[in-house]
């Protein structure tokens, strides 16, 4: 059975884009001026308002990576750094060749993926009008097909609150994507620069760290 680790990076559209329905939508809960801002700096989280940037993928048994993204030039980009191969595209192209690669394999790895990346990238896909090619929401204690150590490292919310990846690296004594000094707060701030390379190696440091937790929790922890 072949598996394969993924993660995506999302950046949210400008909120003055918005309409004044969406706007008033946003900021409905909203009253201090830190939770305007909040709410105002959340659109990277929703599919309607957020397209995706970046999407890794790296199998878990030959260690095969690529990274698809977004250099806002649309210009082709292909290079290799470190054994993993960069493909740049626009957002329906590098979603076209996820749904390409992802077919090959019986099983997935994801953090957090269930309530983040796997609806985030059907529902990016349908407003693309591109037609998922694979459920990657499946029943949720489906291992066998999806397994995402958020739920799995929190005993499908046994515990009393959920740790971060970069929480769980440290506590597994793995090297933390966060380490180098960009999380996913910075990856907007990081695509207007036109720091675009920098975004991808995020994202394949977040799926290595991903890969690692994984294999402890398949050899110590899984039943």
Not at 91 to 105: G, R, T
Not at 116 to 138: E, W
Not at 187 to 201: F, R
Request: hydrophobic fraction near 40%; aromatic fraction near 14%; charge should be negative.
């Amino acid at each position: 059975m072949s598996t394969i680790v993924f993660d995506i990076e999302t950046v949210g559209q400008d909120f003055e884009l918005l309409d004044k329905t969406a706007q008033e939508s946003f900021l409905k809960f909203a009253k201090t001026p830190e939770e305007i801002e909040q709410a105002r700096e959340s659109l990277n989280f929703y599919p309607p308002t957020a397209q995706i940037v970046a999407i890794g993928m790296l199998e878990a048994e030959t260690e095969r990576g690529v990274v698809y993204f977004q250099n806002g030039q649309g210009q082709k980009e292909e290079f290799s750094q470190d054994g993993i191969t960069f493909v740049s595209g626009t957002e329906y192209e590098i979603l076209q060749c996820f749904w390409k690669e992802i077919k090959k394999h019986s099983s997935f790895v994801t953090f957090n993926g269930r309530t983040f990346d796997c609806p985030f990238i059907m529902l990016r896909s349908a407003i693309n009008k591109m037609r998922a090619q694979k459920n990657l929401m499946p029943y949720r204690f489906a291992m066998d097909v999806h397994i995402d150590l958020a739920d799995q490292l929190s005993y499908y919310d046994a515990l009393r609150r959920k740790f971060s990846l970069h929480m769980w690296c440290q506590a597994f004594g793995i090297q933390s994507p966060k380490e180098e000094g960009i999380t996913g707060a910075d990856v907007k701030g990081l695509y207007k620069k036109g720091c675009y390379h920098e975004i991808a190696a995020y994202c394949m440091r977040d799926i290595h760290a991903t890969k690692r937790l994984y294999e402890y929790w398949k050899n110590l922890l899984k039943f």
